[in-house]
C-alpha cells in the first residue's frame, strides 16, 4: 500500500491533481510506438501571465484548479490527460486526427468560459480561453516529433488569436 501510494504521488500533479509531466510522456513514449491511431492536444490557458499579475498566484491556481477539474470532465474515460506544466495541459486522445479535432472543439466548450472564485477584494468571474494544438502521430514519428507539431499547432492558434484581438 505505501509502494502504490509513493508512485502515484510520483505520478501526481500537486496543484491540479492531475497526473504529471513524466506520467504522460511516459504512457505516450509507450503508445508512439504501436500501430494505433493517436492524436495528442496541448491546451495552454491564454493570458495566464495576466491574471497572476492582476490577481495574485492564488487566484491563478485556483484557475488553474478548476480549469484542470473541467478538463478532467471534459475528457472521455479511454483519454489521458496531465498537467504538461505551468499552464499547459497535454490530452492524448485515441483516435486519428479528425475525430480528435471533434473531441477538442466538443471539450474547447465545455472548458473554456466564465470561472467564479474568491480574490483579493471578493467574489470575482474571469473568462477563461485556451489554445489548443492537436497532432496526429505518423508513421515513423518520435514522441518528441509528436509533441512538437502539437505544442506548434498550439502556438499557431494562439498567433491567431492575437491578432484578432489587434
Not at 473541467?70 to 505551468?86: M, N
Not at 497535454?90 to 480574490?119: F, M, N
Not at 506548434?152 to 492575437?162: G, L, P, W
Request: some cysteine; hydrophobic content about 40%.
Amino acid at each position: 500500500t505505501r509502494l502504490e501510494k509513493a508512485e502515484e504521488a510520483v505520478s501526481r500533479d500537486g496543484l491540479t491533481r492531475l497526473n504529471n509531466r513524466a506520467w504522460i510522456e511516459e504512457q505516450l513514449g509507450r503508445r508512439v510506438e504501436t500501430s494505433a491511431p493517436l492524436s495528442v492536444a496541448v491546451v495552454d490557458v491564454n493570458e495566464f501571465k495576466k491574471i497572476n499579475d492582476e490577481h495574485g498566484h492564488l487566484v491563478g491556481d485556483e484557475i488553474l484548479r478548476q480549469f484542470a477539474g473541467e478538463l478532467r470532465s471534459a475528457c472521455r474515460a479511454g483519454d489521458l490527460l496531465a498537467r504538461w506544466g505551468g499552464d499547459e495541459f497535454l490530452l492524448a486522445i485515441h483516435a486519428p486526427l479528425t475525430e480528435a479535432q471533434t473531441q477538442v472543439d466538443r471539450l474547447r466548450h465545455w472548458v473554456c468560459g466564465s470561472y467564479k472564485l474568491r480574490g483579493r477584494g471578493g467574489q470575482l468571474e474571469l473568462k477563461v480561453d485556451a489554445a489548443i494544438g492537436v497532432a496526429e502521430k505518423r508513421e515513423g514519428d518520435t514522441l518528441v516529433d509528436l509533441l512538437g507539431r502539437a505544442d506548434e499547432a498550439m502556438y499557431e492558434e494562439k498567433a491567431v488569436a492575437k491578432k484578432a484581438m489587434r
